[in-house]
């Protein structure tokens, strides 16, 4: 699987919160200071992670407020964003240790600036977290929903639906008093238990158990982390995942139209399960079911390795390309699309290809059959 790998925070002082690189070991005094707080599990949790770092004495501090570059920082490190764009703010310069992390932030599409500033070291309050958090997975958010707060007439009408919308997932929630207190700063604690219970949620892993079409008509929604579909006869349809895509459905047809998958796309379980892709985009895809699998491969459809561990059939429509094939299992190739790189492994004797692959490469790469 591509992994995305985050970059360092530069230590700028003594006051700003930075962020572990993978192999970092937080000091005893961190988890110390965790397990008192009331975000204890999630605190320890992101320790274990890397994805939180303290300050340079060891120390964690939950309850010091947070920067909005500093949320931006636990949010870009938690959804492993890379990709980045343009910055023009007035207030952002390319020696600040947050850059990075903003244009990833710009990039993703979930902040904006105001006058062209961004304000990064300014305390982010509660209002505009909650907003950050419903953008980057893209929430629908009605204005006219109102959030279920005493003090909900002090919270911005543009981001009233946001709040309600987190709300009522249980994402976001009030204090005893009944109220939201949209303005007052979000603590470093009250940040990572936010950014964990999203991505802990449905809205970033998701499982469909029942045959049907999911995702919208024309508009790629962006599903965080994994997608498990445990049914058969189910249809994605215009689906960026960033994580893997698991089926496990067994014997039945899944259709994937118009869908991007960062991750691996695995085929597993009991049945043979057809597997039809149209249009679409997998970086890795491994086929590992008892019975084997068929897949039919349509349109502009590009995956980057497909390997299969049990008997495949192939139908490659003549626009599609798959960089490596991988077999270690029988397979029967038809069609005309491309094929730029063929592995032969052991279980692979005697395959058939309708159209000879580039190039073909491993212990048993003669051992195969042309049926021109």
Not at 117 to 144: D, G, N, Y
Not at 221 to 245: P, Q, S
Not at 275 to 283: D, I, P, R, T
Request: hydrophobic content about 40%; aromatic content about 8%.
């Amino acid at each position: 699987m591509r992994r995305r790998k985050p970059l360092l925070a530069l230590l700028i002082g003594c006051c700003l919160l930075t962020f572990a690189v993978t192999g970092y070991a937080a000091t005893k005094a961190a988890y110390e200071e965790a397990d008192q707080s009331w975000a204890a599990p999630a605190l320890k949790a992101w320790l274990d992670l890397g994805w939180l770092q303290g300050y340079l004495d060891g120390t964690i501090k939950p309850e010091q407020p947070v920067t909005r570059a500093e949320m931006i920082s636990l949010m870009n490190r938690a959804f492993e964003l890379t990709d980045s764009a343009p910055l023009s703010f007035q207030d952002v310069t390319t020696n600040d240790w947050f850059y990075t992390d903003i244009a990833k932030a710009v990039e993703e599409g979930y902040i904006s600036g105001e006058d062209g500033a961004l304000k990064p070291e300014q305390f982010i309050t509660r209002e505009e977290a909650a907003l950050m958090l419903a953008s980057i997975v893209h929430l629908e958010l009605p204005r006219e929903k109102a959030p279920p707060f005493q003090d909900k007439d002090l919270i911005l009408e543009a981001n009233r639906g946001a709040i309600a919308t987190l709300a009522e997932k249980g994402i976001i929630k009030g204090y005893p008093d009944g109220t939201f207190r949209p303005t007052e700063p979000v603590t470093r604690a009250s940040a990572v238990v936010m950014i964990d219970t999203l991505l802990r949620s449905g809205i970033v892993n998701r499982t469909y158990s029942a045959p049907g079409t999911y995702g919208l008509e024309s508009v790629v929604e962006t599903a965080y982390g994994n997608v498990t579909l445990k049914a058969a006869d189910i249809t994605l349809r215009y689906m960026h995942i960033k994580g893997n895509l698991i089926i496990e459905g067994g014997s039945g047809d899944y259709h994937l139209i118009h869908v991007i998958v960062d991750g691996h796309t695995i085929i597993q379980g009991d049945g043979s399960p057809a597997v039809h892709l149209s249009n679409a985009s997998l970086h890795e895809a491994l086929v590992q079911t008892e019975e084997g699998a068929a897949m039919n491969v349509d349109g502009e459809t590009a995956v980057g390795q497909l390997t299969a561990d049990s008997p495949l059939t192939l139908n490659l429509s003549d626009e599609a390309v798959i960089k490596h094939l991988e077999l270690n299992a029988k397979a029967d190739v038809n069609g005309h699309g491309t094929i730029e790189h063929a592995t032969l492994n052991d279980g692979a004797q005697w395959s058939t290809f309708e159209t000879m692959p580039d190039l073909i490469d491993g212990p048993y790469n003669s051992a195969w059959i042309w049926t021109q």
